[in-house]
């Protein structure tokens, strides 16, 4: 079955940088889009990014673009979110998702990993 | 303060019908299929309805979906204590070309 697993959460200084993996398994990883979303403490969902199944297309929420940067290796199953210039408002639970589409972008997150906390903190 | 609207709590006693609702706007809603999904604290949220009303394999079919204009709503039937839960409307939005997300629904179940 669907199986996300997220890893690289941890401490960070604020202006510091984190990368987030998250390793596939499954499914064929190399035909679905996958997604960062994130909820910090005691709120909702945030959507953060997405990229295509083949990695040529990327998009993000505005309030990460520019210091955050999503990227796959599909030889290696694996989306990474490469975090920028932390914020405190960056501290949150992220969860990478699969995208429903298959070999199309759905904008529909289905299967979820349990997430990776970030904590950014002086 | 999140693009879709849902309200912040729901309460059932066990076997009731609860009905969760999500608004949203002619970007969102209105041109794209909403999505539900199930989040417990320290979990993967699950989703529950995707399309508007449709249900992955595995979902009960105490759990439906519909959509009218740009709200969507989730009903629960037969209500379960196993359904208090966290439950999230999402949609795709074509003006801010991201996905998003209601505050979520806190379902307690009496």
């Known amino acids: 079955q669907v199986h996300l697993v997220e890893s690289g959460g941890g401490v960070v200084q604020p202006g510091r940088s984190l990368r987030l993996s998250c390793e596939a398994s499954g499914f064929t990883f190399s035909s679905h889009g996958m997604h960062w979303v994130r909820q910090a403490p005691g709120k909702g969902l945030e959507w953060v990014s997405v990229?295509?199944?083949?990695?040529?297309?990327?998009l993000y929420a505005d309030s990460v673009k520019g210091r955050f940067t999503i990227s796959r290796d599909n030889s290696k199953n694996t989306v990474s979110l490469q975090m920028n210039s932390l914020r405190t408002e960056d501290t949150a639970v992220y969860y990478c998702?699969?995208?429903?589409?298959?070999?199309?972008?759905?904008?529909?997150?289905?299967?979820w990993g349990q997430g990776t906390l970030v904590t950014v903190s002086s | 303060q999140s693009v879709l609207t849902q309200s912040p709590s729901a309460s059932g006693t066990p076997g009731q019908r609860v009905t969760i609702s999500c608004s949203g706007g002619s970007s969102n809603i209105g041109r794209n299929a909403v999505n539900w999904y199930q989040h417990l604290p320290g979990t993967a949220p699950k989703l529950l309805i995707y399309s508007n009303s449709h249900r992955p394999s595995g979902v009960p079919d105490r759990f439906s979906g519909s959509k009218s204009g740009t709200s969507g709503s989730l009903a629960i039937t037969g209500l379960q204590s196993e359904d208090e839960a966290d439950y999230f409307c999402a949609a795709w939005d074509d003006s801010l070309k991201g996905v998003v997300f209601g505050g979520g629904t806190k379902l307690t179940v009496l």
């Open positions: 990229i295509s199944y083949d990695g040529n297309n990327e």
């Open positions: 998702a699969r995208d429903m589409g298959e070999l199309y972008a759905s904008g529909s997150p289905d299967f």
